[in-house]
């Protein structure tokens, strides 16, 4: 499944993924969505072919671009996931057009997406009605959901971005969302061989978002975005990345954290085997220097990455505070300990290849550096680390970078 530019222009896509896969723990048991009636619920109960494959062309869809088939899609989900056992839903060759579309459950069986063409957003506001942060693909409560094939969902980003003027006004009004992908409250998602992308200088685009969830793999994926290639959120557990090539955008960062109360621990991250491109940033962890909630971020690995020509190739911040938004100056709430950079090599854009920015209050622990060998490739200024309130033990490293 490919998340990329659609043409020269290079479009942004929209993609948002809520695989709400705690349904029943949760206590969700209404049944599925019934099929409406009308031109596509009626068609819906016939179009299925051999083994309950639903395609959407068959539903009236029109692969042009132009023409709306969110009704074919819709009608499609409604009988997939009323079917039992295994079903499919045939996004076929061709451009097809929608507005916001919530898949939801639980289903009775698994349903698959076979994405052979391309869906794209509509630039057309009234698409998206009734929700405060109107999305453009929402998957609640499903289990056993797959979203393979070499088709692209397209969000046709650029073509809403004049609409506000949220890269100039921080409390601007929010368009259809900014993630490409959002996996919220989730488990068991694995994401492969995809890939993800939007200009480098592209408002607020994360590649792929996360929070509330647990056991995420992320896995041989290219991300190109204008902001945090991959953002773990508060709460996230159990997350594996691996493979990843990442660039442009703002790296791979844990946070921010501690903005909002109630907020839950991070901890099991795992980051190995991955490019950072030109990024601003390679590794990251930052949280609110006024931050609300006592976070704890923990047993965090990053183990063979490669830096090339990278900003700022590894850094904890304490004292993030975007767009001056703070209200007050002090010691971060949030605790980051048992942290391990392994065999991190490459280029820096910059003299200050690490950056240990801790809390005085909370003091970063358990942090080890072993065989970090990443060079600034300027000829002006030397290879710097800055290790503030960071407690630990450096080892292989390149003795400019051993500040632990």
Same mark, same amino acid.
């Given at each position: 499944?490919a998340?990329?530019?659609?043409? %020269?222009?290079?479009?942004?896509?929209?993609?948002?993924l809520m695989?709400?896969?705690?349904?029943?723990?949760?206590?969700?048991?209404?049944?599925?969505?019934?099929?409406?009636?009308?031109?596509?619920?009626?068609?819906? %109960?016939?179009?299925?072919?051999?083994?309950? @494959?639903?395609?959407?062309?068959k539903?009236?869809?029109?692969?042009?671009?132009?023409?709306? $088939?969110?009704?074919?899609?819709?009608?499609a989900?409604?009988?997939?996931?009323?079917?039992?056992?295994?079903q499919?839903i045939?996004?076929?060759?061709?451009?097809?057009?929608?507005?916001a579309?919530?898949?939801?459950? *639980?289903?009775?069986?698994?349903?698959?997406?076979?994405?052979?063409?391309?869906?794209? /957003?509509?630039?057309?506001? =009234?698409?998206?009605?009734?929700?405060?942060?109107?999305?453009?693909?929402?998957?609640?409560?499903?289990?056993?959901f797959?979203?393979?094939?070499?088709?692209?969902l397209?969000?046709?980003?650029?073509?809403?971005?004049?609409?506000? $003027?949220c890269?100039?006004n921080?409390?601007?009004?929010?368009?259809?969302?900014?993630?490409?992908?959002? &996996?919220?409250?989730? !488990?068991?998602? !694995?994401i492969?061989?995809?890939?993800?992308?939007?200009?480098g200088d592209s408002?607020?685009?994360? /590649?792929?978002?996360?929070?509330?969830? =647990?056991? &995420?793999?992320? %896995?041989?994926?290219?991300?190109?975005?204008?902001?945090?290639?991959?953002?773990i959120?508060?709460?996230?557990?159990?997350?594996?990345?691996?493979?990843?090539?990442?660039?442009?955008?703002?790296?791979?960062?844990?946070?921010?954290?501690?903005?909002?109360?109630?907020?839950?621990?991070?901890?099991?991250?795992?980051?190995?085997?991955?490019?950072?491109?030109? @990024?601003?940033?390679?590794?990251?962890?930052?949280?609110?220097?006024?931050?609300?909630?006592?976070?704890?971020?923990? +047993?965090? $690995?990053?183990d063979?990455?490669?830096?090339?020509?990278?900003?700022?190739?590894? &850094? &904890?911040d304490?004292?993030?505070? *975007?767009?001056?938004?703070?209200?007050?100056k002090?010691? =971060? +709430?949030?605790?980051?300990?048992?942290?391990?950079?392994?065999?991190?090599?490459?280029?820096?854009n910059?003299?200050?290849?690490?950056?240990?920015?801790?809390?005085?209050?909370?003091?970063? $622990?358990?942090?080890?550096?072993?065989?970090?060998?990443?060079?600034?490739?300027?000829?002006?200024?030397k290879?710097?680390?800055?290790?503030?309130?960071?407690?630990?033990?450096?080892?292989?490293?390149l003795?400019?970078?051993?500040?632990?």
């Amino acid at each position: 499944m490919a998340l990329r530019n659609h043409d %020269a222009a290079m479009v942004l896509f929209f993609f948002l993924l809520m695989v709400t896969t705690y349904a029943n723990a949760h206590g969700h048991s209404k049944k599925p969505e019934e099929i409406t009636e009308g031109v596509y619920g009626a068609a819906a %109960a016939v179009a299925a072919g051999p083994g309950g @494959t639903f395609d959407i062309t068959k539903l009236g869809a029109v692969g042009n671009g132009r023409a709306d $088939s969110t009704g074919a899609v819709m009608a499609a989900w409604r009988s997939a996931c009323a079917g039992a056992g295994k079903q499919t839903i045939l996004i076929p060759k061709g451009d097809f057009m929608t507005g916001a579309m919530e898949l939801r459950g *639980p289903c009775n069986g698994a349903v698959t997406i076979q994405l052979d063409g391309n869906l794209l /957003g509509s630039n057309d506001l =009234s698409k998206y009605p009734g929700k405060k942060m109107p999305n453009w693909v929402e998957v609640r409560h499903v289990d056993n959901f797959v979203i393979s094939g070499k088709g692209k969902l397209d969000g046709q980003g650029p073509g809403v971005w004049s609409k506000n $003027s949220c890269a100039k006004n921080y409390n601007c009004k929010l368009l259809p969302n900014f993630f490409h992908m959002n &996996i919220y409250r989730c !488990k068991d998602i !694995k994401i492969s061989g995809v890939t993800i992308s939007a200009p480098g200088d592209s408002p607020n685009t994360d /590649g792929i978002h996360m929070g509330d969830s =647990s056991k &995420i793999t992320i %896995a041989a994926t290219t991300i190109g975005t204008g902001d945090d290639c991959i953002s773990i959120g508060p709460g996230t557990d159990g997350v594996n990345i691996t493979g990843v090539t990442c660039g442009p955008g703002h790296g791979i960062s844990i946070g921010s954290l501690g903005r909002y109360k109630d907020e839950r621990d991070v901890r099991d991250v795992s980051v190995t085997r991955c490019v950072l491109r030109k @990024t601003t940033n390679g590794l990251r962890i930052k949280s609110y220097e006024d931050s609300v909630s006592p976070v704890t971020v923990s +047993k965090v $690995s990053y183990d063979g990455v490669v830096m090339d020509h990278v900003d700022n190739p590894i &850094i &904890i911040d304490q004292k993030y505070c *975007p767009n001056s938004i703070c209200t007050s100056k002090g010691d =971060s +709430k949030v605790s980051v300990r048992d942290v391990t950079f392994r065999n991190i090599t490459g280029s820096s854009n910059t003299p200050a290849v690490v950056q240990l920015l801790c809390s005085g209050k909370l003091p970063c $622990s358990g942090v080890a550096m072993q065989d970090v060998r990443v060079l600034y490739g300027g000829s002006d200024k030397k290879t710097t680390a800055v290790c503030d309130h960071a407690l630990g033990k450096s080892t292989g490293c390149l003795k400019e970078l051993a500040c632990l």
